[in-house]
C-alpha cells in the first residue's frame, strides 16, 4: 500500500499507547486482508519463449547446455512400458551441480523409469533450466507411458509460495519472485508444482524412509550445495523453512555446514563435523526434535561424521540417498494435483 495514502488512526497505533499493542491493535491487523504476492506475468512468459527456443536449437542433443551425454541411464530401447493402474508423477530434483528425474510410482516410491541426472546448467537462469527439464521429462516418456496429465513435481533449492521462487540462495538470480510453476506449464504442457527440495526430501523420507512412524518433531536435514531443512510435526509438514541462512558466527549457517563447505574450506570430516554440529545444536536449541534425519549425497558417509554430533536428539542417516528430492517433488505434485480438483 502507498504509505501516503494510508489512513492511520492514531488511536490504534500501538506506540501512541505504549503497552506495545491490545487485542483491538491485532484483531484490527488480521482484519486486513493480506494482499497476496503478485509476480510479473510477463517473465514466465518470456523465459517459457526462450526454453522454446532452446529446444528448438538443441532438441536432445549431446552439446546442449545441459549436456545430455553425461547422463549415465543407457539409452532406452523399445517402446515405452505402460503404467495402466498405477498411480505415477514424474519427480524432478533441481540441485546446484546437478537435475535429476524419474517416472515415480506414488505408492511404493519405486522409480518406473531410469534416473536420469544432467548437470545445471551455468548459468542456472530460468530459461536454460526449464529447457534441460522440458529435455529429461522427454526422455522418460520414451520410457514409460506417460498420460498427458501426469503431473510433474519439480524440487528447487529455494522458498516456493503458490509456485512463485521467492529466493535464490544457490541459483541464478533470475529466479527470484518468478512465476516458475507457470513457466514450466507453458513448456511441459503438463501440471507442475514447485515444492521446496529439503521438504521434498522430507516427504519422501517420512513416507517411505528414514522417518517411517516417526512422530512428533522431525528435522529432515539436507546436506549439498546449501544447506536445507524441513521440519515435520506428527508427519506434518511445515514449509519452506530456511535453517541453513540461520545466522551463525556472523553468517549463513550454511557456508560452514553444507556438504559443500567441507570441499570448498579444504578442511578434514572431523572438522566439518563440529560445524555441523554447531549448527544443529543451534536448532535444537530453539525447537528441541526428537529426531534429525540427515539427508544429501554425504550420507552415504554418515560414519564420518554422525559419531561425532553432540546434540541430544537422535541423529541417523536418510535412506533414500539420492532419491528422496525426485519421489517427494512427485508425490507433492500429485497431492497439489488433488487440492486443485
Ligand atoms: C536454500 C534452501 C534449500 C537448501 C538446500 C539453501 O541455500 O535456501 O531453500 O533447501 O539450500 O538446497
Excluded at 314 to 339: C, F, Q, S, Y
Aim: charged letters at 25%; zero cysteines.
Amino acid at each position: 500500500m502507498d504509505a501516503e495514502n494510508e489512513k492511520v488512526d492514531p488511536s490504534d497505533a500501538a506506540g501512541a499507547k505504549g503497552d506495545g499493542g491490545s487485542a483491538s491493535d491485532w484483531a484490527a491487523a488480521v482484519d486486513k486482508p493480506a494482499v497476496p504476492f503478485k509476480p510479473d506475468e510477463s517473465q514466465a512468459v518470456e523465459a517459457a519463449k526462450e526454453a522454446e527456443e532452446l529446444l528448438e536449437a538443441e532438441p536432445d542433443r549431446s552439446d546442449a547446455s545441459d549436456n545430455l551425454a553425461d547422463d549415465k541411464a543407457p539409452a532406452h530401447q523399445g517402446p515405452a512400458m505402460s503404467i495402466t493402474g498405477r498411480r505415477v508423477a514424474i519427480g524432478v530434483d533441481i540441485g546446484g551441480s546437478g537435475i535429476k528425474a524419474a517416472a515415480v510410482d506414488l505408492d511404493t516410491g519405486a522409480m518406473l523409469s531410469q534416473r536420469h541426472r544432467v548437470p545445471t546448467p551455468h548459468p542456472s537462469a530460468p530459461a536454460a533450466v526449464i529447457a534441460s527439464v522440458a529435455r529429461l521429462v522427454k526422455r522418460i516418456g520414451k520410457e514409460v507411458e506417460l498420460a498427458p496429465d501426469t503431473a510433474v513435481g519439480v524440487g528447487f533449492p529455494g522458498v516456493i509460495t503458490s509456485g512463485v521462487t521467492r529466493t535464490a540462495a544457490n541459483v541464478d538470480p533470475g529466479w527470484l519472485d518468478f512465476d516458475a510453476d507457470a513457466a514450466m506449464e507453458r513448456v511441459l504442457h503438463r501440471p507442475v508444482h514447485l515444492i521446496n527440495d529439503a521438504d521434498a526430501a522430507g516427504v519422501a523420507e517420512m513416507r517411505f524412509g528414514a522417518g517411517v512412524g516417526r512422530r512428533g518433531t522431525v528435522f529432515l536435514i539436507t546436506l549439498g550445495t546449501g544447506t536445507g531443512s524441513a521440519l515435520f510435526y506428527n508427519g506434518m509438514l511445515v514449509p519452506n523453512l530456511e535453517l541453513g541462512h540461520m545466522e551463525i558466527r556472523g553468517r549463513d549457517a550454511e557456508r560452514r555446514s553444507a556438504a559443500a563447505a567441507r570441499i570448498r574450506r579444504g578442511i578434514s570430516w572431523k572438522a566439518w563435523a563440529s560445524d555441523l554440529d554447531e549448527h544443529l545444536l543451534a536448532i535444537e536449541k530453539l525447537f528441541w526434535p526428537q529426531l534429525f534425519i540427515i539427508g544429501g549425497g554425504v550420507s552415504k558417509r554418515s560414519e564420518r561424521f554422525i559419531p561425532r554430533l553432540t546434540v541430544r536428539a537422535e541423529v541417523i542417516p536418510a535412506k533414500l540417498l539420492n532419491d528422496a528430492g525426485i519421489v517427494g517433488a512427485a508425490m507433492a505434485a500429485d497431492e497439489r494435483e488433488h487440492m486443485a480438483e
